[in-house]
T-cell receptor, first 110, second 116 residues
Framework: GQNIDQPTEMTATEGAIVQINCTYQ??????LFWYQQHAGEAPTFLSYNVLDGLEEKGRFSSFLSRSKGYSYLLLKELQMKDSASYLCAVILNRDDKIIFGKGTRLHILP | SAVISQKPSRDICQRGTSLTIQCQVDSQVTMMFWYRQQPGQSLTLIATANQGSEATYESGFVIDKFPISRPNLTFSTLTVSNMSPEDSSIYLC?????????????FGPGTRLTVT
């Protein structure tokens, strides 16, 4: 079966840094997405990693280690608007099928 | 990036009826997907909408319950048939955009369905 694990909830302070971890065990791997989803809205694409290493995009960075089945999303200089759910998703080899984790609900405190 | 619209944005339906959700993309795309997101849950893939052939359904989803059409590269429909309260969910259309090594996936705004 396919398994993607991420923490259910996290809390961080405005201006701080937070790291959201994701581990996966899947039958195939063709890349990993991170999405942000505000309550009542559709998911918004944040990042795509297919090779090992760190991808930086402004305040957000995403890291991948394929050998460890592990990724993290790093959010810097947190803002109140970053309060949202963050979804880790793995692209399987077959037909570009994407499996989503259950999401991490991030609460930002002033 | 692709711009995706869905109709209706929300609906309240009676059990036993059917609802067809439309997804329109502003550019031609090869791969279109339909997802369901039940309250408080993550996204579950229902099927891949293939242009010119039958949709490919995931385990737990069948064509009789969720018929899908894909008449061209910019449009797809998902029908939720013979609805029950358990079908209350948000239904999302999604497309992928591959440009060389870059790969992004975009979601429509979703259709919020409540079945009474």
């Amino acid at each position: 079966g396919q398994n993607i694990d991420q923490p259910t909830e996290m809390t961080a302070t405005e201006g701080a840094i937070v790291q959201i971890n994701c581990t996966y065990q899947t039958s195939g791997f063709n890349g990993l997405f991170w999405y942000q989803q505000h309550a009542g809205e559709a998911p918004t694409f944040l990042s795509y990693n297919v090779l090992d290493g760190l991808e930086e995009k402004g305040r957000f960075s995403s890291f991948l280690s394929r050998s460890k089945g592990y990724s993290y999303l790093l959010l810097k200089e947190l803002q109140m608007k970053d309060s949202a759910s963050y979804l880790c998703a793995v692209i399987l080899n077959r037909d570009d099928k994407i499996i989503f984790g259950k999401g991490t609900r991030l609460h930002i405190l002033p | 990036s692709a711009v995706i619209s869905q109709k209706p944005s929300r609906d309240i339906c009676q059990r036993g009826t059917s609802l067809t959700i439309q997804c329109q993309v502003d550019s031609q795309v090869t791969m279109m997907f339909w997802y369901r997101q039940q309250p408080g849950q993550s996204l579950t893939l229902i099927a891949t909408a293939n242009q010119g052939s039958e949709a490919t359904y995931e385990s737990g989803f069948v064509i009789d319950k969720f018929p899908i059409s894909r008449p061209n590269l910019t449009f797809s429909t998902l029908t939720v048939s013979n609805m029950s309260p358990e079908d209350s969910s948000i239904y999302l259309c999604s497309v992928e955009d591959r440009q060389g090594a870059s790969y992004e996936q975009y979601f429509g705004p979703g259709t919020r369905l409540t079945v009474t």
